[in-house]
């Protein structure tokens, strides 16, 4: 397995649940392997160490858009004994974190602003439509986003199981980075790099099919810290590859276009 849990959970690796946790407000990004059987309350406080949140957290499959919670300190009495397995969380998910005084300033900053045009031109994240009741990121993380692409390339290459978790196809993900990779040079000076505050590997990889673009967004590590960890936990061997360029983007796009025509014809 690519990390092992820093607690003491016996389980065998094929029963194992590799999971990604995710610190919307930081943009801070970690793995994790429990076991099917851990419980709520468990996974409560390792999210809480291994992020290092000193508060009461609560827990989210994919993203908060996705409401119900998953946990929550008002819930966890009835629901912090359910197992991971009971709850639908499935290898490979996406669990969001938040701590409860963040949560709160969240709903609250959306019920405050809903329906404001202005607002909505403001709003931070991927421009699919959020389920009713979704909330706005912008008002925690403090920066103004950039504009999301058109919504006529918005291929879904993540792969959302029926309790809205998360799993990554990053074979489907090359070879759509692969597609338009022909002129790289020139169409990374027409087409700047699609970007946005806490956005995840497989938008940033779906959404700039040209390798040049790709490269300049996984090495910005002061705006998406995350990003190049999701790579070494979702593909490491590409990872490592992309690593030995030394951060000279014009190698790592060729590195990037080789290994996924590679992938793609092999």
Request: glycine residues 6%.
């Amino acid at each position: 397995r690519s990390q092992s849990s820093p607690f003491p959970i016996q389980t065998t690796m094929a029963d194992e649940l590799n999971l990604t946790i995710f610190h919307p407000p930081s943009s801070k990004t970690d793995a994790i392997s429990l076991s099917p059987s851990t419980t709520l309350s468990d996974l409560s406080s390792f999210a809480s160490a291994i992020l290092g949140l000193d508060d009461s957290i609560v827990i989210s499959k994919d993203s908060f858009a996705s409401l119900p919670l998953l946990f929550s300190p008002t819930n966890a009495a009835a629901d912090g004994s359910k197992s991971l397995g009971q709850c639908g969380i499935a290898n490979g998910d996406l669990l969001s974190v938040m701590t409860k005084s963040e949560f709160d300033q969240l709903r609250n900053s959306a019920a405050t602003n809903r329906g404001s045009p202005a607002r909505q031109r403001q709003r931070t994240g991927p421009p699919a439509a959020a389920a009713p009741g979704g909330l706005d990121f912008s008002a925690l993380l403090g920066s103004a986003a950039a504009q999301p692409a058109s919504s006529t390339n918005n291929n879904n290459n993540g792969t959302a199981n029926n309790n809205g978790g998360l799993t990554f196809n990053i074979q489907g993900l090359l070879a759509a980075s692969n597609a338009n990779n022909g002129s790289s040079a020139t169409s990374s000076q027409k087409n700047p790099p699609v970007q946005w505050d806490g956005m995840h590997l497989d938008d940033a990889i779906s959404r700039n099919p040209d390798p040049h673009n790709l490269m300049t967004i996984l090495t910005n590590t002061s705006r998406h810290p995350n990003l190049l960890k999701e790579l070494n936990y979702h593909n490491p061997a590409m990872y490592k590859k992309l690593m030995s360029a030394n951060n000279d983007i014009s190698k790592m796009a060729a590195i990037w276009r080789e290994s996924t025509m590679k992938s793609t014809t092999s």
